[in-house]
């Protein structure tokens, strides 16, 4: 089982519409969590991060955490067509390796207009 | 302006040929990693480092090597031992203390002729 896992996609989307994008991940005790966006070519940047159990939301971003079933995801409101990236999903385990993250492989979303 | 600089942007390497990936930051990050990304994968980490003339291997440290004489600097170095280099090298940095956010750089492409 992979660390962290997240659909490839691709996902696609009508502008204007919510996009969903999930990621689960294995252990138990990570302790904080990562979404960074993607464009074709570009280095990743960040989206949002989350550290506690519930949502967390910025503009027409949500992040959601659920611990207990080892689930992130991150909401996207009123896609619009320059949100069309690949979506990764970190994780930072407890045991806190030097602050690295684990990626996963990323789901790639494309917003139709 | 602060920030992450990555250069070359792309790079082009003989086989046998050791190459060297700079990666420098004004931000004042304590920590700085290498990540490697190839097609429609997530992130794989390399070598890290959380202070000066120190640091460690990641997940695929094979065939790599890395100094951190400055704070500001982090080069990667992909010698000859590495069989298949060509991918996308991130280099992303953060405060070393607390639970915080990790920002990469433009990246630099690597490809092997």
């Known amino acids: ?113 | 302006d602060g920030g992450i600089t990555q250069s070359p942007k792309y790079l082009f390497r003989k086989e046998g040929q050791n190459v060297t990936l700079s990666c420098e930051q004004n931000l004042n990050h304590d920590a700085m990693y290498w990540y490697r990304q190839d097609p429609g994968q997530g992130l794989r980490l390399i070598y890290y480092s959380q202070i000066v003339n120190d640091f460690q291997k990641g997940d695929i440290a094979e065939g790599y090597s890395v100094s951190r004489e400055k704070k500001e600097s982090f080069p990667l170095t992909v010698t000859s031992a590495q069989k298949n280099p060509t991918a996308f090298y991130l280099c992303a940095s953060r405060w070393g203390e607390g639970d915080t956010e990790a920002f990469f750089g433009q990246g630099t492409r690597l490809t092997v002729v």
Not at chain 1, 37 to 54: A, H, T, V
Not at chain 1, 65 to 94: E, G, H, M, W
């Open chain 1, 1 to 113: 089982q992979k660390e962290v896992e997240q659909n490839s996609g691709p996902l696609s989307v009508p502008e204007g519409a919510i996009a969903s994008l999930n990621c689960t991940y294995s252990d138990r005790v990570s302790q904080s969590f990562f979404w960074y966006r993607q464009y074709s070519g570009k280095s990743p940047e960040l989206i949002m991060s989350i550290y506690s159990n519930g949502d967390k939301e910025d503009g027409r971003f949500t992040a959601q955490l659920n611990k207990a079933s080892q689930y992130v995801s991150l909401l996207i409101r009123d896609s619009q067509p320059s949100d069309s990236a690949t979506y990764l999903c970190a994780v930072r385990p407890f045991y806190n390796q030097g602050g690295k993250l684990i990626f996963g492989q990323g789901t790639e979303l494309s917003v139709k207009p």
